[in-house]
């Protein structure tokens, strides 16, 4: 059957019969969906009459009052950690961390290891420490050299202890003093499990 030419070929858009008869065989194979009948066609829109004057605006019945549905107020995102920030630390806890005067319950070591390695290691640690109850940390990093600008775990580590995971185990943390490694260490200080 010939097409008729369509638009962009500047003629009238339109449905041919070839189109009418792969509607009809599509139909034919349809199967309704569960529990629901198959769908109603269209109603065709009858021409919009003339336009009249205005009509007056219906009186609006007052909107009902909708019951209120209390939630709990969103659980506002963990700040992020720094060197040597406290937020949530008792005062004397903050000092004698910083101080290394608290007990070093747990050590890893992640000095001459590659970034991936030693990101699955410092997450797989800090479950297992707090997981233990443990109170205070200590993660070795190393200081670098200065071709690696300081040390390329030294800077990582910070950041990943703020990944979400691993953040809600960790209250504080700073440099280590010189006797725990200095700036190529870390206390930790682990929030307990509830």
Not at 46 to 63: F, L, T
Not at 72 to 88: C, F, I, N, W, Y
Not at 105 to 120: T, V
Request: proline letters at 12%.
């Amino acid at each position: 059957m010939a097409r008729k030419p369509g638009p962009e070929a500047g003629g009238e858009p339109g449905v041919t019969g070839e189109d009418l008869e792969l509607w009809k065989h599509v139909t034919r194979q349809a199967k309704p969906l569960k529990k629901r009948g198959p769908p109603k066609p269209a109603p065709e829109a009858p021409e919009a009459p003339a336009p009249k004057a205005k009509p007056k605006p219906a009186k609006q019945k007052p909107a009902r009052p909708q019951a209120v549905v209390k939630r709990p107020p969103p659980k506002p995102a963990t700040p992020e950690l720094e060197h040597g920030a406290v937020a949530g630390v008792d005062r004397r806890s903050a000092t004698r961390m910083s101080r290394g005067q608290l007990p070093i319950e747990a050590r890893l070591d992640l000095h001459g290891h590659r970034q991936d390695e030693a990101h699955r290691e410092l997450a797989a640690f800090l479950a297992e420490s707090q997981a233990r109850s443990l109170r205070c940390v200590l993660v070795i990093t190393g200081k670098g050299t200065a071709t690696d600008g300081g040390g390329i775990l030294r800077a990582q580590v910070p950041r990943w202890l703020n990944e979400p995971g691993n953040r809600e185990k960790v209250l504080a943390f700073d440099y280590a003093q010189s006797k725990h490694g200095g700036h190529g260490a870390i206390y930790v200080l682990m929030r307990r499990r509830r």
